[in-house]
């Protein structure tokens, strides 16, 4: 018999949440039920903490809320408990590499989200869904130390695939480069991605990988997969995000996080 399921990771973006951001009455009725059962629940998304904060009443959140991929980790009330930069010195090619393939840059730096341009594609469903506004600067360069997340942002994927490409050849002994949407490229520290989310939270809690399970839609996802012994893919993720987990659930609009907890995950 396969051990039994103590920690439960889920992503939130295209997972969590439906495709308007709704966290559904069955998803919180869904989480209930595995602290009912003693099952600990967590979450990680390429979001700042501040863009998850919205999340933590009504799912009652206790355990650690990992932002930027793993970027940094905060407690429900928000105080960092650690994080992980990008290198000082790589952040400006980083910057440029995602320039030169046509990518609008956005950057990440402690509590602030910066941007050049304010109408650019996604700023403003951005804003919406983090529930707060960018600070338009003209330069990045006052802004490049420290940063926890650069995102490139285009709605031609494969300008977006071909900016991770690009970042992983040059600097991927540097970064961490993955797509945690179809038209955003994530570049954070490389110990800074979702895989090694799961390993914080096994070492965390003490929780072997077998007993951890992991649902998520994007390829960032999939190296949580590999660090749990339950993978769960949505029905709205591709079909190589699919290929690279154990189980898929239905949609996020079919409300497929909460079909996973009651088919797969709940004893």
């Not at 591709?238 to 154990?246: D, G, L, N």
Request: charged share 20%; glycine share 8%; with cysteine.
């Amino acid at each position: 018999m396969a051990a039994p399921i103590r920690l439960f990771l889920a992503d939130v973006d295209g997972t969590l949440v439906t495709q308007d951001k709704v966290l559904t009455d069955r998803a919180i009725a869904a989480v209930g039920k595995l602290k009912e059962t003693g099952i600990l629940f967590a979450i990680t998304s390429g979001r700042p903490p501040r863009g998850m904060s919205m999340l933590i009443e009504p799912l009652q959140l206790t355990t650690p809320i990992a932002g930027f991929n793993g970027g940094v980790y905060v407690r429900p009330d928000m105080s960092v408990i650690e994080q992980q930069t990008i290198p000082d010195d790589v952040t400006p090619t980083v910057i440029d590499l995602l320039g030169a393939h046509g990518l609008d840059v956005w950057v990440y730096r402690g509590a602030d989200w910066f941007i050049r341009d304010p109408k650019a594609p996604h700023v403003a469903r951005e804003a919406w869904t983090v529930k707060f506004d960018p600070t338009v600067t003209g330069s990045f360069a006052s802004v490049s130390h420290g940063a926890a997340k650069v995102v490139g942002v285009s709605d031609d994927y494969d300008a977006v695939q071909k900016g991770v490409d690009a970042v992983r050849e040059r600097l991927g002994d540097h970064v961490s480069a993955a797509r945690s949407q179809p038209y955003y490229c994530d570049v954070t520290n490389p110990d800074a991605n979702k895989g090694a989310v799961a390993q914080y939270l096994s070492r965390t809690y003490q929780i072997p990988a077998e007993q951890i399970a992991t649902i998520g839609d994007q390829p960032n996802d999939v190296l949580m997969f590999a660090h749990s012994g339950l993978s769960i893919a949505m029905g709205n993720a591709s079909h190589e995000v699919q290929k690279a987990a154990r189980r898929v659930t239905t949609s996020n609009e079919d409300e497929g996080f909460a079909h996973a907890v009651e088919r797969f995950i709940l004893p």
